[in-house]
């Protein structure tokens, strides 16, 4: 059954340096998202991104964060100089299909565990 | 503001007991109600998408409803395997990209 895939499983950095998250989405998916859950909190929307461009980010998304599809397989989150509290689990999702139709169930990653020390 | 509210918040049940756990939502117009469950340190799994009041959906001791203001997922003779986060999310309409507003989800434990 295909799943969307996300490395590393977990990310330790310090405060200031910049990490990229990768992610390999479903192969025959269309939609990309980024989510993150800080311990015991909800998740929580990030980013949307497609056909090679961000359709939709929160508040969330500053600056400081950055999404790519470098390649046909790849999805990435950089950002670029982490923080305490960008401590979370981020999750990678993917969807066939845009809102409203029957094929847009989003389909998320184990995730990767960052945390900033 | 779009906002999602599960209750009760954790829920204990012997294995066989079978109970209800409750999705309230306020949007500005619903394209979608998801439902996934979460275990411990994983991502979330998909379990069902509910689009208009009066649908139901069933997988095996699941079951989703949806009214105009809340949804419910029953669960009828629980096993131990069933102990997870239940989250519930809403995809609102006049959004262009697809964003999930999730709950703070139900955990659910089921004794054996």
Known sequence: ?117 | EDQVTQSPEALRLQEGESSSLNCSYTVSGLRGLFWYRQDPGKGPEFLFTLYSAGEEKEKERLKATLTKKESFLHITAPKPEDSATYLCAVQATGEYGNKLVFGAGTILRVKS
């Open chain 1, 1 to 117: 059954e295909p799943e969307v895939t996300q490395t590393p499983s977990h990310q330790v950095t310090q405060m200031g340096q910049e990490v990229i998250l990768r992610c390999v989405p479903i192969s025959n998916h269309l939609y990309f998202y980024w989510y993150r859950q800080i311990l015991g909190q909800k998740v929580e929307f990030l980013v949307s991104f497609y056909n090679n461009e961000i359709s939709e980010k929160s508040e969330i998304f500053d600056d400081q964060f950055s999404v790519e599809r470098p390649d046909g397989s790849n999805f990435t989150l950089k950002i670029r100089s982490t923080k305490l509290e960008d401590s979370a689990m981020y999750f990678c999702a993917s969807s066939e299909a845009y809102s409203g139709s029957p094929y847009n169930e989003q389909f998320f990653g184990p995730g990767t565990r960052l945390t900033v020390l």
